[in-house]
């Protein structure tokens, strides 16, 4: 039997500390401290984002190796968030990443955001099937909306993305129009749940191709909401949950049509989600709705992998090592990288 491959992994690129540890591509422990200050704010505040990361790494890195019930002696590499990110958020756990490799004299490995939000379907677990190569992914979050086709563990192509705001951005700000308090995108699925759907029709933005575009549709919402509001100013508490439901449903809709366009073009048929806004309810069922309705094969991961999370830079981290796609100190933190 070969020798286990532990991999300490580490994400720090927005408000949330994170650490994880694998043992080859099953996630012993998956330890995640949420930031509350920023709902103050009504968003994240990068300098108190990066002070609460100092504050926070030491007792997550600790309470994940414990969780795990393995020594920091027994790891085989550290995996950590490069990139994108906020700067002061990656470069703390950066630094810890490459100060605890180098004392403990292991490999370090360098690890893209998006990229684990892709691979995060390979994590080994019960009840989820892992896609087959090639297939596409759709990555949605506060900062990306993106159609990825991925070929290999290591050779991914963005074939459509946001011209302007991301998805979980237009959710938040639609969010913050409707008075609700930060973050607002689960609390827009929360009353959607209740509420029709078709009770009021948007216009979708005519974007080419596979790109994808949310400030008109945000533009669009404002102008509604202020027109009605004039007219009756109790007119989001009478009909929140009608609201919600057709704003959710025409960015479920601008989603869907550009997936279909790239199965079109692309003749695969393999559709993956991650990224934050995947644990949208709606987008979720939708999603799952079109295997029977056009043949596809759709794969959701666990719910905790879809926000930002370590064990999706752990499971990049095991794959990076089994081809020794290591890094060294001089390995700089990136607010903006490569795909």
């Known amino acids: 039997m070969s020798t286990p491959i532990y ?5 720090s690129s927005c408000d949330d ?27 994240v505040v990068p300098e108190l984002a990066s002070r609460a990361h100092q504050q926070n790494i030491v007792p997550v890195i600790d309470v994940a190796l414990k969780k795990a019930g393995i020594s920091k002696e027994q790891l085989s590499a550290i995996a950590f968030t490069q990139g994108p990110g906020l700067m002061g958020s990656l470069l703390v756990g950066s630094s810890f990443a490459k100060s605890m490799a180098l004392a403990l004299n292991i490999p370090l490995i360098a ?5 684990a939000h892709i691979l995060a379907h390979f994590i080994e677990e019960e009840g989820y099937d892992k896609p087959e190569f090639p297939f596409l992914a759709l990555t949605i979050s506060g900062g990306h909306t993106q159609i990825v086709k991925v070929n290999s563990f290591f050779d991914m192509e963005i074939i459509g993305e946001t011209t302007d705001d991301a998805v979980g951005e237009a959710f938040d700000k639609t969010a913050k ?23 009021y029709s948007f216009t979708k933005p005519k974007v080419d191709g596979l790109n994808f575009s949310f400030s008109g549709l945000k533009t669009q919402i404002l102008y509604f909401i202020q027109k009605n509001s004039k007219e009756n100013p ?5 009909n929140k949950n009608n609201i919600c439901a057709s704003i959710q449903n025409i960015i479920i809709q601008i989603l869907m049509d ?17 990224g934050g806004v995947s644990a949208n309810s709606g987008i979720r069922k939708t999603l799952k709705e079109t295997e029977n309705q056009y043949g596809w094969k759709t794969f959701i991961p666990k719910f905790e992998y879809t926000t930002d999370n370590a064990a999706m830079i752990g499971i990049v981290g095991y794959h990076k090592y089994l081809e020794n796609h290591f890094s060294n100190a001089a390995t700089v933190a990136k607010a903006r990288i490569e795909f």
């Open 7 to 11: 991999i300490l992994a580490i994400e």
């Open 17 to 43: 500390t994170a650490a994880a540890v694998l043992e080859n591509n099953r996630v012993l422990s998956n330890v995640v401290a949420r930031q509350s200050i920023h709902e103050e704010y009504g968003g």
């Open 111 to 115: 690890v893209n955001h998006m990229h």
């Open 177 to 199: 129009i409707l008075g609700l308090p930060y973050p607002g995108g689960p609390l827009i699925d929360k009353f959607a749940q209740e509420g029709n759907p078709r009770a």
């Open 234 to 238: 109790n007119f989001i508490e009478e």
């Open 258 to 274: 550009k997936i279909k366009m790239a199965v079109q073009e692309t003749g695969i048929k393999q559709i993956a989600i991650g």
